[in-house]
């Protein structure tokens, strides 16, 4: 993989990114709204103020600078929190360190993005998910902030990009030997594949799923041409619970689900739920209430002595010459 092209930056370079017209910059790229852009630029102005804040996020910055392109098993980028998203008392720099951190990056992902020949419309696409994380943590939290900053690391370490639909990232599958050749996959433990997530955008309508599993395929062999051919994706999610093809039979997360075949056990899913489905991640689930099908079928499930889970999987991408 092709290291940055960039030299990382100093703490007054640092300094410079997040004030004037390159914070409005990262406003632009990431989409971020209102109440948001009030609290994000009042972070910025604070953490720029203040030496030892500036330099936190310089020490973010060169991680993430450190991690370009480079295909990392996940944990290994794990960045601190910055808050308890529980603590209503969190000041506006804590809750908004990392946003500030990750437009403190961004030129260094633009200049990686460049060299790989991606446009600025993906680039754009795929920094946008920070503007929609933001408005995630407000319907949850019920204020503004950012709590999830190691699913950034992808996007600012340049290993992910937007298909409509869906997303994916470039990943080496750490799934064991045995699970894989239970499972009937076509690859093997550290191969590197399409890692699929499911953004908060909408219905999983099929025609979408299908357009953008079409896209993986080709757009990382145009820009990542050293790599081996993507032919698999992988997913973890709740989405692949087989229990939801009876719970809401015929419906669009049911279809999902059913295109992929499981590799290895299923671990405990309600955590995610509560929190991917209710936006409640911390309720008991007898204080929860459903405004949909699907929500209905999973707070009976629940009152049954039920339990969701998390599941990995695998499928073959469209164009990939068959096994």
């Known amino acids: 993989m092709t290291p940055p092209t960039t030299n990382m930056p100093t703490n007054d370079q640092v300094r410079a990114r997040i004030s004037g017209s390159a914070l409005q910059r990262a406003f632009d790229y990431f989409a971020v709204q209102e109440p948001d852009r009030t609290d994000f630029r009042a972070a910025a102005q604070r953490i720029h103020d203040d030496a030892d804040m500036c330099a936190q996020v310089a020490e973010i910055v060169a991680r993430l600078w450190d ?43 633009l200049a990686f993005h460049r060299t790989r020949a991606i446009p600025d419309s993906a680039s754009r696409a795929i920094l946008a998910d920070v503007g929609r994380h933001l408005r995630v943590f407000e319907r949850t939290f019920g204020r503004t902030g950012l709590h999830v900053q190691d699913w950034f690391s992808l996007h600012f370490r340049g290993l992910i990009y937007d298909f409509g639909r869906l997303q994916a990232n470039l990943e080496r599958l750490d799934a064991p030997a045995d699970q894989l050749r239970a499972a009937e996959a076509p690859v093997v433990t550290g191969s590197v594949v399409a890692g699929v997530h499911i953004p908060d955008s909408g219905p999983l309508r099929p025609d979408a799923v299908d357009a953008a599993l079409a896209g993986i395929r080709p757009f990382f062999a145009r820009h990542f041409p050293e790599l081996p051919a993507i032919s698999t994706a992988h997913c973890m999610s709740w989405l692949l619970d087989e229990q939801l093809i009876d719970m809401v039979p015929g419906s669009n997360i049911a279809r999902f689900c059913a295109r992929w075949r499981p590799i290895g056990p299923a671990t405990d899913g309600d955590a995610s739920v509560r929190d991917f489905v209710f936006r409640r991640p911390y309720a008991d689930p007898a204080d929860l209430t459903a405004s949909s099908r699907l929500e209905r079928a999973i707070l009976a499930h629940w009152q049954a002595g039920g339990h969701m889970r998390s599941r990995s999987g695998w499928l073959k991408l469209p164009g990939a010459v068959p096994s």
Do not use: I, N, S
Not at 103 to 109: F, H
């Open 67 to 109: 991690g370009m392109g480079r295909l990392l098993a996940w944990k290994q980028p794990e960045l601190p929190a910055a808050f308890d998203p529980q603590d209503r008392a969190a000041q506006v720099e804590a809750r908004f360190f990392y946003p500030v951190a990750f437009a403190a990056t961004l030129p260094d992902t």
